[in-house]
């Protein structure tokens, strides 16, 4: 395959398979060392392939760590820079990235949240909102759509794309726009204007298609396929296995920034399961590496009950989701087939955890709660982890002496309508007179 070669002959990027693709020694993605079939372990070189040619089974990142050792380790990533980068000997990256033209985000802040542990009943001190709405774009997204960046570079494609529930739209148009590439980006037409805007603006190419999530990701699937889709590096398609990876860097962060320590238990809010799955793989690393002590935790997964397949599934005790037609507000959680979540009922109940749901409602009532006890504004996706943590905890699945995490991923100002009505408390003429009339002292 002449792509991984040079990139200016991108036109032949899309390769379907991965038997053609070039010697792994053209690829430089630093640890990387091969792609591996999660269900049969068939590996084949690093490429820009997803799933497995003996039986489709999704192909993921195989690294090899062999050299490391921990404490040396452990001192690198802390002289490192204060983004995802740190962990650069541990993704699909080459060693000097932070020196090229990308977002750089991660290392958002970990918020000791005693306010909202008060209200929620947990013990003081034990929880921690994770607040990745500081991201450059907003959300979690900026992390995959790193990696898949770097991969997309490798490999010598010059178009990013993406089929998109709104946030990652806005994190590939931004991460092109820096890196100097094109970006054509599907999402479904009927997204919050926010979403829309903030992917629009960075000049990049946004469909709407005329449809729900799972048409979007559909019609992209048939693009790859087809020659109009020719050297596109669809960071959530083909580059899917370099893309999930970025999710592990906030496992890495939060224990990092509990000093190198493993939680007890974590919420992570499940769209297509990928972000749940790669923190689980993140921690087990950092266990494998001598850089946590190896103990249990919990990981719980948090749905909209108007898109809830893995919570339906985790609760009637099935192994396999059975997919719904999404109807919530949390849309960027809205995908009602998830590839991942099989793999998300596995870690569920292989770490003592739970998938829970709760209703739009409550998502309002969480994100206002989480807003005026911490002041950090949730887009609905943080709505669902608060409310849902609060579930667990009156249910008894949550242990609140213990020390959580809830995953807050995205910005309240891209899901505004979430709250409409939240407004001024009056108002009044510019007089004293009218501010005592309005008995507000
Ligand atoms: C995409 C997204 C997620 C998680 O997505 P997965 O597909 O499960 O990895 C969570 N929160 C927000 C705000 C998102 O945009
Ligand atoms: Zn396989």
Redesign the pocket.
Known sequence: MAVQTVASTTNSAAASTASDSASPSTVDLGPAAALSCRECGHRVPLGPVFACEECFGPLEIAYDFSAYDAEELRGRIEAGPANIWRYAPLLPVPADVAGKPNLNPGWTKLVQADNLARELGVEAGKLFVKD?SGNPTH???DR?VAQALEAARAFGFTTLSCS?????AGAVGAAAARAGFRSCVFIPHDLEQGKVVMAAVYGGELVGIEGNYDDVNRFCSELIGDPAGEGWGFV?VNLRPYY?EG?KTLAYEICEQLGWRLPDQIV???????????IDKGLQELIKLGLVEDRPYKIFGAQAEGCSPVSAAFKAGHDVVRPQKPDTIAK??A?GN???GPY?LDIARRTGGAVEDVNDEQVVDAIKLLARTEGIFA????GVTVGVTRKLIESGALDPSLTTVV?N??DGLKTLDAVAGTGLTATIRPSLESFREAGLV
Request: no cysteine; hydrophobic share 35%.
């Open positions: 990745d959300s979690f997204k995959v998109s529930t709104g946030n990652l959530n999930a999710s992570v809010p499940i769209a297509s399961g990928s972000q749940l799955t790669k960027s959680l995908i998830p590839a991942d998300v887009e609905t996706a943080g995953l991923t995205g």
